[in-house]
């Protein structure tokens, strides 16, 4: 699995020339990692309004920054909470010999965008929304990473490279919540490569592991004590049914034979 990852300071335009060896029947995807940024802390994640996220205008939920209703003059046109203020907005680009990689900020599936009704008209005519989105959706993570952007292979068009090859990252911007990001450059694996779908792979083939072993385990004990009683009826269920004929001398089983 393809992962590489690199350090951007804060306020800093920075370049990298790293070498990679791309797998042409992967996806290429770009992440932002917050080092000790904690997106799990109640107040934070409630830190929105629902309705003024599904509105036509954000106006037309009078809120201000902190989502505590105001007067409509005083309305902020953008959404409210300190999820959406805390947001990156770094850029980051790749390319390979001066030619930039076609990648997307289209980071969220269709069938998502279709169906969902959480963020409306307003919202997802913020530039970048999608890139937003992902990141109104907090991290169980003390390490935030979010994506940053993807491409499919056929996007990518990487036919024409083979083994390694020399691709440019390029980073800027300023986060004010943060004094460095780790940019992490990837291409998914057995697990992916965001950390919660990481940690629930993981998880999950050792949960999985313990009980295939248990089962096995159980299975061997089994089979060892038919071996070892041989062949017959429980002696505990006949020894039942001999005292059973002692004090009533009529019954009969198939068991005393």
């Given at each position: 699995m393809l992962y590489y990852k690199t350090?951007?300071?804060?306020?800093?335009?920075?370049?990298r020339q790293i070498s990679l060896h791309l797998n042409q029947k992967r996806p290429l995807a770009l992440y932002y990692q917050?080092?000790?940024?904690y997106q799990n802390i109640r107040s934070y994640?409630?830190?929105f309004n629902l309705t003024q996220l599904a509105s036509d205008q954000?106006?037309?939920v009078p809120l201000d920054e902190n989502c505590k209703t105001t007067t409509p003059d005083k309305a902020i046109n953008y959404p409210c909470g300190l999820i959406y203020r805390t947001r990156v907005e770094d850029v980051y680009t790749l390319s390979i010999n001066n030619i930039p990689l076609q990648m997307n900020a289209k980071i969220i599936s269709k069938n998502f965008i279709e169906f969902n009704t959480f963020f409306g008209k307003a919202f997802k005519q913020l530039p970048n929304w999608q890139r937003t989105a992902d990141w109104m959706r907090p991290s169980p993570f003390k390490d935030v990473q979010k994506v940053y952007s993807a491409a499919s292979q056929e996007e990518l068009n990487l036919s024409s490279y083979s083994g390694n090859v020399t691709v440019e990252l390029k980073m800027s911007g300023t986060h004010n919540y943060s004094a460095f990001r780790n940019v992490v450059v990837a291409?998914?694996?057995l697990f992916g490569n965001k950390n919660e779908t990481a940690a629930l792979g993981k998880m999950n083939l050792a949960f999985g592991i313990v009980c295939t072993v248990c089962a096995l385990l159980y299975l061997l004990v089994y089979i060892y004590i038919k071996v070892k009683e041989g062949p017959g009826v429980d002696k505990g269920m006949k020894h039942a049914i001999l005292k059973l004929q002692r004090m009533e001398p009529g019954v009969t089983s198939r068991y005393t034979d």
């Open positions: 350090k951007h300071e804060n306020g800093q335009t920075e370049q917050i080092p000790g940024f994640v409630q830190s954000f106006t037309d291409q998914p694996g």
